[in-house]
């Protein structure tokens, strides 16, 4: 299984982006992972709201293929415990599936028409974070995740 992480815009923060870096080098050596950056959409400051999470989802969507599962982080989805996203990932894993995709959306989070295609949300938190922050919570998460499936010591119980 590859898994992908989208995320809208580029991170303007190099501390931040500096880390992530490090858990996706690291999570190479237990998954083909893939970072993607959407493009922020252009004159967005003259796009109102829903024409902006519009544009943001037609460029996620072109990233997508039909036989992908996307899985979208977002407050509204199902909150997990470490162990429990562990296990998340491997009954993806064990489900035969060739790519999953997750998807960090813009200011406003997603089009309906991405909700429509979504294969499942999943939420990191009660608690609000910047784009730039959740995309190195979650590929921490991620490489916690593999790290208890393998039943190393990263993760304390």
Known sequence: MKITLLAIGKTDNKSLESLTEEYIKRLGFYVP?????????KNSKN???A???QAEGEEILKRIASSDTLILLD????????????RFLQKK???????????IGGPYGFSDVVYQRAN???SLSALTFSH?????FFVEQLYRGFTILRNEPYHHR
């Open 93 to 103: 894993m064990n489900s035969g599936i060739k790519k999953l995709i997750f998807a």
């Open 47 to 49: 796009l109102s709201e």
């Open 33 to 41: 992972f893939s970072f993607e950056i959407v493009p922020d959409i």
């Open 120 to 122: 499942g949300k999943i």
């Open 132 to 136: 730039q922050m959740v995309r190195l």
């Open 75 to 86: 407050e509204k989805g199902k909150s997990f415990s470490s162990v429990e996203f562990s």
């Open 51 to 53: 024409q902006q999470k």
